[in-house]
């Protein structure tokens, strides 16, 4: 059971926007529209941003997208603002109840 | 608001035991999957268990299996995560999620430290 693969780190300046790649296979991202998404700020839990590879959730920001292509799935921020700084993680479905995360990635808003 | 309050981390020697529990409320608990998912320090997240609704149907990830038992009590709100043969790898802090997928609301974990 192999993470999910993401860039260990992505920037972009305010007003920007950005993306989050997250790559698996045809037996999780790929065989599956169950990725989700999650922000999570230093020493914070995390908080849910997108499910099912594209809905967003009541409350979170137009500005957040959700997209996916075959076995890999992306994560769009727009107009980035300095809060958006943060570690974020893709989750998919692998099958037989089982759940596998990405490694995380650092957005830094410069 | 959906609360998720986990407690029972603490320091536990290398094949040691130790029992998590979570204190859900704000939300109708027994009609929820819950799951556990932990983050070793300065690491990633990694789902470990998941229990259904009514708790006939448990999941593993392959590393815990045969070591760590979840369980819930739908009358009392709360969810479990009994340890046994504790190992270094198992060092993480461990969050209680609601859902099945996606996680829609986490705890702010319970910190398990594995060392002699």
């Known amino acids: 059971q192999s993470a999910l693969t993401q860039p260990a780190s992505v920037s972009g300046s305010p007003g920007q926007s950005i993306t989050i790649s997250c790559t698996g296979t045809?037996?999780?991202?790929?065989?599956?529209?169950?990725v989700s998404w999650y922000q999570q700020h230093p020493g914070k839990a995390p908080k849910l941003m997108i499910y099912e590879d594209i809905r967003r959730p009541s409350g979170i920001s137009n500005r957040f997208s959700g997209s996916k292509s075959y076995n890999t799935a992306s994560l769009t921020i727009s107009g980035l603002q300095a809060e958006d700084e943060s570690v974020y993680f893709c989750c998919s479905y692998a099958g037989r109840n089982t759940f596998m995360f990405g490694g995380g990635t650092k957005l830094t808003v410069l | 608001e959906v609360q998720l309050v986990e407690s029972g981390g603490g320091l536990v020697q290398p094949g040691g035991s130790l029992r998590l529990s979570c204190a859900a409320s704000g939300f109708s608990f027994s009609r929820y999957w819950m799951s556990w998912v932990r983050q070793a320090p300065g690491k990633g997240l990694e789902w470990v268990a998941n229990i259904k609704e009514d708790g006939s149907e448990k999941n593993y990830v392959d590393s815990v299996k045969g070591r760590f038992t979840i369980s819930r009590d739908n009358a009392k709100n709360s969810l479990d995560l009994q340890m046994n043969s504790l190992r270094a790898e198992d060092a993480a802090v461990y969050y209680c999620?609601?859902?099945?997928?996606?996680?829609?609301?986490w705890g702010q974990g319970a910190l398990v430290i594995v060392s002699s």
């Open positions: 999620a609601s859902g099945w997928l996606p996680f829609d609301h």
């Open positions: 045809s037996s999780d991202v790929g065989g599956y529209n169950l």
